[in-house]
């Protein structure tokens, strides 16, 4: 069997699939390599606007749905458990999410409270509505984390901590559903070239350069197929979240400040924010 035809394989596996953020960036490419490989699969994108321009998948619903009210979540959860086929192995992509620049509390504690509210409860809470299923069906949730999970990240410190939280919290969550014949891995891009930077309060891109959307939605496809509990996404990424990992944390936090500081990224920071 070819590469393309053991993930059509996979994905064909399927009864649905419910992705989160599946308007732009990450998202959206994962949908758009389930309309190529499985286009029967039906697709629900929880997010709070449609994504632009012509129809990415030929069964996909939207859901609109703004993740950080947790009435919203409970209401979105009603709402999939009336559209999904009644049977079959589930996918759950929880993908969406935000990030931030500044030394704390900037861009104020309002934002970060958000980003706690998106990154880390909305994942948590619709992953448990949805768990009886998930529990009686088997299947895969995938859970987009990050590179800066591996260490604490001045200047990005509450984002980085929420994407560690989601990386633990996958890991974990993989050991106790495994016996149900579910499955949870965590992914961990470095940077892609997505809406991200706009979402964290940039003008302009950063210029880390990095994946794009649609290689990083190819290595979730190919770490699905195998056995992995989390795929740091690109090779460079993969060996820096080796090291990092192994720093003393107040030593990686100590360098990361003054790496992060050459970068001179408040430069790029929009003036509305
Ligand atoms: N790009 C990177 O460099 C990078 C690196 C590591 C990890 N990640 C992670 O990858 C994931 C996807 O990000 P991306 O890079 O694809 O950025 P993106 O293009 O900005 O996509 C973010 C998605 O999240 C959705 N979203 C934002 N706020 C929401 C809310 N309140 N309720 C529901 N959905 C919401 C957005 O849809 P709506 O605006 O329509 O709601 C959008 O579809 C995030 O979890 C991010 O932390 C990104």
């Not at 987009?144 to 604490?152: E, I, K, R, T």
Request: with cysteine; charged share 20%; net charge positive.
């Amino acid at each position: 069997m070819s590469g393309n035809e053991s993930v059509a394989a996979m994905l064909r596996g399927f009864c649905c699939a419910v992705v989160t953020g599946g308007s732009s960036g990450i998202g959206r490419a994962v949908i758009s390599r389930m309309a190529q490989y499985a286009p029967d699969v039906p697709v629900f994108n929880l997010s709070r606007t449609m994504a632009a321009g012509p129809p990415i998948h030929p069964r996909l619903t939207h859901l609109a749905c703004d993740l950080t009210q947790a009435t919203a979540i409970e209401e979105v959860a009603v709402r999939l458990r009336t559209l999904m086929p009644r049977e079959g192995r589930m996918l759950l992509v929880n993908n969406s999410g935000f990030g931030s620049y500044g030394a704390f509390p900037d861009p104020g504690v309002g934002r970060n409270l958000e980003m706690i509210d998106l990154n880390v409860r909305a994942i948590v809470h619709l992953t448990g509505l949805l768990w009886p299923e998930l529990q009686a069906r088997g299947g895969v949730i995938v859970n987009v984390a990050s590179l800066a999970g591996y260490q604490p990240t001045p200047l990005m410190s509450t984002y980085a901590a929420t994407k560690a939280f989601v990386l633990n919290w996958s890991v974990a969550l993989d050991a106790e559903a495994r016996p149900h014949g579910l499955r949870c891995l965590a992914v961990c891009p470095g940077p892609v070239s997505t809406n991200f930077s706009r979402a964290a309060g940039f003008a302009t891109s950063t210029g880390l350069g990095g994946q794009t959307a649609e290689a990083c939605a190819d290595e979730i496809l190919d770490a699905m197929e195998g056995e992995a509990i989390e795929r740091v996404t690109g090779l460079r990424n993969r060996l820096l979240s080796v090291i990092s990992a192994r720093l003393p944390k107040a030593w990686a936090a100590a360098v990361g400040l003054r790496m992060i500081r050459r970068l001179r990224l408040d430069r790029l920071l929009r003036r509305d924010t």
